[in-house]
C-alpha cells in the first residue's frame, strides 16, 4: 500500500504533469503501483531523458489507459549518442503527448553549453513540427532557457520551475505553463511562493518528477503521483483556494495542454 491516510482522496483528480516511472526505483513495484494510483490519479505523463528511456516511458502509456508519455534527450543525457530521428519516430507513437524532458542544465554541465543549447533548439523545432508542447528543464540556466524561448515560442511547460518571479512574468507572457512539484512544501523554497502567487489559473500544473523531489513530510523518500495531494494543499494555502479545486484546475490545464479528452 503506497496511500497512507493524510494522501487518500475521494476521488481520481491528481494530474501528474512530469513523472520518470521508467526509474529502476519503480521496478519491484510493478503493476500494483498503478492500480493504487488509480484511486486518486486521473492521469501521468512519464518522461523520456534518451531513446531507451522514452521507449520505457511508452510502453507504460501503452500498459496503462491514465499514463501518457513525453519523448526527448534530457541535456544530462545527450552522451547517450540518441538521435533527433530517434525522437520523432518515437513521438508519432498515439500516446506520445509531448517532447520532454529537454532544455537545458548548467548545474552539472555534463555537456558544454553550446552542446546543449543545440540539442534543445532541436528539440523545440521537432515540438513544432508535430504540433507537439515541449517539457522544459532549466536548471541554473534561466537566462539562456529564457532566452531560447522567446526566439522559438514553442507550446509547454516549464518544469519545476525554479526561477524568479521577472522570469515566471515572461514565461507567461509567452504563453507557456509553469510545473509546480514537492519543491513549494520545502521551508527553503524561497521564491517559490511568491512565484505560485502570480501563475494564472490558466497556465497552472503539478507535477512530481517523482521518484524524485517528494514533498513534506516525505521529502527524500520515494515519491509518486498521489503525493501531489501535498503540493496541492501548500498551493491551496498560497493562492487562498483549496487542495481540491487546485486538483481539478490543474488536470484540466494538463489535459488541454497536452490534448487529452
Ligand atoms: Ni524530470
Known amino acids: 500500500?503506497?496511500?497512507?491516510?493524510?494522501?487518500?482522496?475521494?476521488?481520481?483528480i491528481i494530474f501528474d504533469s512530469h513523472s520518470h516511472y521508467d526509474d529502476e526505483r519503480f521496478n519491484d513495484m510493478g503493476d500494483e503501483l498503478f492500480r493504487e494510483l488509480k484511486s486518486t490519479v486521473c492521469g501521468i505523463v512519464t518522461c523520456g531523458c534518451d531513446e531507451m528511456s522514452s521507449r520505457a516511458a511508452l510502453s507504460l502509456a501503452e500498459k496503462h489507459d491514465f499514463v501518457y508519455a513525453a519523448v526527448g534527450i534530457h541535456p544530462e543525457s545527450i552522451g547517450s549518442g540518441t538521435t533527433t530521428e530517434q525522437i520523432e519516430n518515437l513521438a508519432k507513437h498515439k500516446k506520445c503527448v509531448a517532447i520532454g524532458e529537454v532544455g537545458l542544465d548548467y548545474y552539472w554541465l555534463s555537456e558544454t553549453k553550446e552542446r546543449?543549447?543545440?540539442v534543445f533548439e532541436s528539440m523545440i523545432m521537432l515540438a513544432k513540427r508535430l504540433d507537439l508542447p515541449v517539457i522544459v528543464h532549466d536548471r541554473d540556466a534561466h537566462g539562456d532557457t529564457l532566452e531560447i524561448l522567446k526566439r522559438h515560442k514553442p507550446k509547454g511547460v516549464v518544469h519545476c520551475f525554479s526561477g524568479s518571479v521577472e522570469m515566471a512574468e515572461e514565461i507567461i507572457k509567452l504563453g507557456m505553463y509553469i510545473g509546480v512539484g514537492g519543491v513549494i512544501t520545502f521551508k527553503n523554497a524561497k521564491k517559490l511562493p511568491d512565484v505560485v502567487r502570480i501563475i494564472p489559473d490558466e497556465l497552472l500544473l503539478v507535477e512530481t518528477d517523482c521518484p524524485y523531489l517528494a514533498p513534506e513530510p516525505y521529502r527524500g523518500k520515494l515519491c509518486h503521483s498521489g503525493m501531489i495531494k501535498l503540493t496541492a494543499q501548500k498551493i491551496a494555502e498560497i493562492r487562498e483556494s483549496t487542495t481540491e479545486e487546485i486538483l481539478k484546475l490543474t488536470a484540466?490545464?494538463?489535459k488541454k495542454l497536452f490534448n487529452i479528452i
Open 1 to 12: 500500500m503506497i496511500y497512507t491516510n493524510d494522501l487518500k482522496l475521494d476521488s481520481p
Open 252 to 254: 484540466k490545464n494538463a
Open 116 to 118: 546543449q543549447i543545440e
